[in-house]
Structures are given as C-alpha cells and as structure tokens.
C-alpha cells in the first residue's frame, strides 16, 4: 500500500477521534452556554472529515490499491472497507454533513430541557428538523424505496428492513407471551430495591472495582457521569465509559457500568497493527452491542459472576443488604417485570422496547407517523407491549438520546446484539467448560482472552454476520437467545416457557 493513502487513513482515523472526543466533552463536562459553540466545533470538524475522505485523489488512490495485487489480506480488507466508507459520503453534500453536525448539538440541548420540562414540546421542532435532514441523507446516499435502509446501513451494513422485519416481529411474537408466562407466577419485586438507600460514592467505588474485575484497562481509559451511559473511543489507548448513579436504585450503576465496560473491552482490544486505520474499528453495532450486552446479562445477571463479587457488594452496603443472600440478589438482578425505561429492562422485556422504537422509526422514515403524534404512538405502543402508560414524557418518548442525535437506524442494533451475544456466549461455553468456575473465582481473564483472540483483535476484518459465523459456525439466529432466556428464567421462576 503506497505511503499517501496510508497517510490519509490515518488522518481521517485521528480526525474522527478528535471529533469523539468533543462530542464526548459535550455529553459530560460542557457548559450549558458553550453548546452553541460546541455545536459550530463539531459543524467545522464533520466538514474536514468529509473534505478529506471524499477527495478525489483518496478515490483514484483506493481505486489503483484495489487492482494491486501486492496487498496483504489486512490491506484488502482496509481498502474495502474505506471504499465502501467514502462512496457513502461521496453521496452526501458538504452543505448536509455541516447541518447534519449543527442540528445534532441544538437536538442535544432541546433534548435536555425537554426532559427537564417533562415535556416533548419542546423537542418536537429540533427532532422534526434531524428527521428531515435524515430523510435528505438517506435520499441522497441511496435507496430501494426504504429510507430506513440507507440510514441502516450506516450502523449494520448489509442488514435491510425486509430481513430485520420479520427477525424482530419473531422476537416479539416469541417474547409476549414469555413475559405473560413469567407474569403468572407472581414473583414480587426485590426487597432490596424498596425504598432502601444506596449511598452514590459507594456505588461509584464499585463500578470502578467492576471495571478493573472484567479487565477494563483504567490507564487506556475512564469512566465518567452523563445523563445517559455511553462510551465513547479516540484510539484503543483512549476509551471514555460513563455511567449513571441513583441512590434508590444501584442496579442502574452496576449494569451500566457492565454494559459499557463491555464496549470498552471491545475497543481497547483492536491490534496494534490495524490502529488509525479503518480496521481498528467495530464491523457492525450490532456486533459491538453483543459485546457489551453479554458481559452485562449473560455475565454480569449471572450467579457465578456475583458468587464473587456478592460478598464486596454486601460490605459496600451493609444496612442495604444486611437480609440479602447471594441466591436472593441473584434472583432480584433476574426479576422480570414490564418497565417503562428500556436501560433499565430485564433481559426477557428488553426486546420488546427495542420494537417498539424500530416500528416507531421505520413510521417517521416513511412518512406514515406525524413527528406530532410520536408521544401518543409511544404510549399506544407501550400499552400493548409492555402493559404500561408513561406518565410523563421524561419517562416515555424522551427517556433515549438517540433521537437527539438523528440515529435512526441504531435501536435495532441491541436487539441484533443480544442474539449476536447469545450465539457468541454459547460459542465459549462450549470451548471454554470451566467459565464458571473461573468466573466464581473471579477470574474473567479466560472469557476475555477468548473474546479479544475471536472477535475483537479482528477488528473489520469480516462483516459482522460473517465473523459470527467464523466464531460460531453459524450467522443470525434467534435460537441460541431464546433457549438461553427459555433455560435461565424457566428455573428462576419454576415454569416451563415456550415460544
């Protein structure tokens, strides 16, 4: 591969980490003032990034790369994957990616003060202006008739509505009535989440005790506070986690911090050799959320996990959990129960939030769903689904950040992890069958190691689907997942599920 075109894959790469990097700032440590500017920062930087990877000289380059016969498979699969990158941006105007950037920070801060008023009014005319500059990107970089796949594409390439369509509608056809099964037997909710008190210090101190158990590297990386856990990567050797922290309820603090740890590892984990360039990145983020949705629940909702730590979360907060057994915190973490926040959602319920967002987004895309009538088609959904009215718009329509992005096209992503995450956790249970006991010893070295040798050091090697099926000898199914919950929750709750 010929120095220029080496050279301009590692501009871009540090471009977009510099890009992360304020965008992160402005989620953590921003001034309320500065966000006009911050939004006009990121306008200018966004405008850079496309200059340089739609230049035409990056194109002739990548075009003369691709008849080489010279290149190592790793240089292949770069010269693929930026290709594929730049005729994406090729297809946007300038003028589109610098509104794009400036829309995304006023829908940010309308986001916030809605949520602070309780109130979507608010929001309505900044997310109304990200829908129609979303539907012009997904017009201008291409289509079949579905805007939604071109906006989908930029977050699972190759995956399409009329494949995902029917994978979520089995989910949720599979997922009622599990929940309804489960519902039966009456379980009361955890003691220990009633009205007790967890003091946010102590819950901090232990999210960072979590990190350093699943061997997230601190001097590589930090965790900070946002208003909603997210992470966010400069370069492996850069990681930025954040997590919430609420004194009557803990568990929002330790399985963010899971969730994102998860995240974490993955990005710390590309080769040394594929940094600041376009291999030193995730496939899909649907396999990125397999990733950090295993080491929370499959993981971290799991017995031989807390057989570990349990005895640490007990002397954290001994008032707290002073009548709390390991067997009854187990069976409190796993409570399955229709919630009306989706971070906070058990694994059995999780999915089915997950739909209703998709079914919502695919609506706004089409033009079937006035940006007016999103609240009510929330509730209306939720009612269905889930057995529950929001009372508020804060705990309803507003409670995600996405929107206030425009990242249409992410949601379905967590539902694609949990099955990637499943396939992925069966995988190493059949190649490692001493996990938990090492994982009772606290030792997670052995899943990591596994991990970071099957998918993480491959960075983009493969598209997503296809690296799962290299790891798993299979691509996308929803089997390994429903046996999973079917297996799991069956025992917890004493009934034999279906579906």
């Not at 693929?80 to 003028?95: F, Y």
């Amino acid at each position: 591969m010929d120095t220029w075109l080496r050279s301009r894959m590692h501009e871009l790469s540090d471009l977009h980490g510099v890009i992360n990097l304020a965008a992160w700032d402005r989620e953590v440590y921003l001034p309320a003032k500065a966000a006009p500017a911050r939004a006009q920062q990121l306008s200018t930087l966004h405008a850079l990034h496309h200059e340089r990877l739609v230049d035409p000289r990056l194109g002739d380059a990548l075009a003369r790369a691709g008849e080489s016969g010279d290149l190592t498979p790793d240089e292949q699969a770069m010269v693929r994957v930026l290709t594929r990158e730049r005729e994406r941006a090729v297809r946007m105007p300038a003028r589109l990616v610098t509104a794009l950037a400036a829309a995304q920070g006023e829908g940010i801060q309308a986001w916030r003060e809605a949520r602070e008023a309780k109130s979507f009014a608010r929001f309505q005319p900044a997310l109304a202006a990200l829908l129609a500059l979303r539907r012009e990107q997904a017009d201008a970089q291409g289509h079949d008739g579905e805007r939604y796949d071109a906006l989908l594409e930029g977050f699972e390439p190759g995956m399409r509505v009329q494949r995902l369509t029917p994978v979520l509608t089995a989910l949720r056809d599979a997922l009622i009535p599990m929940v309804a099964a489960l519902a039966s037997v009456r379980r009361p909710p955890p003691a220990f989440l009633d009205g007790r008190a967890y003091d946010t210090d102590r819950q901090w101190r232990f999210t960072m005790r979590l990190l350093k158990a699943v061997g997230f590297d601190l001097e590589a990386g930090r965790q900070d506070l946002s208003i909603h856990p997210f992470t966010n990567a400069q370069h492996a050797h850069d990681v930025r986690l954040t997590t919430r922290l609420d004194a009557a309820h803990p568990l929002s603090a330790l399985f963010g911090t899971l969730h994102e740890a998860g995240h974490g590892l993955y990005e710390q984990g590309f080769a040394t050799e594929h940094q600041r360039t376009p291999l030193a990145a995730v496939p899909s983020m649907g396999l990125h959320e397999s990733q950090s949705r295993l080491w929370e629940n499959l993981v971290g909702r799991g017995r031989p996990f807390w057989a570990h730590h349990f005895p640490a979360l007990k002397e954290a907060f001994p008032q707290a959990l002073a009548d709390v057994d390991l067997d009854g915190f187990h069976a409190g973490i796993n409570h399955v129960a229709p919630s009306l926040i989706r971070v906070e959602a058990d694994e059995v319920t999780y999915n089915l939030h997950i739909v209703l967002r998709y079914e919502l987004e695919l609506a706004l895309l089409r033009d079937e769903l006035p940006v007016s009538e999103l609240p009510s088609a929330w509730n209306e959904r939720m009612r269905r689904y889930l057995g529950l009215t929001p009372p508020d718009d804060t705990q309803g329509v507003l409670q995600d950040i996405h929107w206030a992005w425009g990242e249409w096209g992410y949601f379905p992503t967590y539902a694609l992890g949990n099955l990637y995450a499943a396939s992925l956790h069966a995988a190493a249970v059949r190649a490692l069958p001493e996990l938990d006991a090492h994982l009772e010893r606290g030792d997670t070295s052995t899943l990591r190691g596994w991990l970071h040798a099957q998918v993480h050091s491959q960075g983009f090697r493969l598209p997503a689907e296809e690296r799962v099926r290299a790891v798993t000898g299979e691509g996308l199914t929803d089997r390994d997942f429903l046996q999973y919950l079917r297996a799991k929750y069956g025992a917890l709750y004493g009934v034999t599920l279906k579906g």
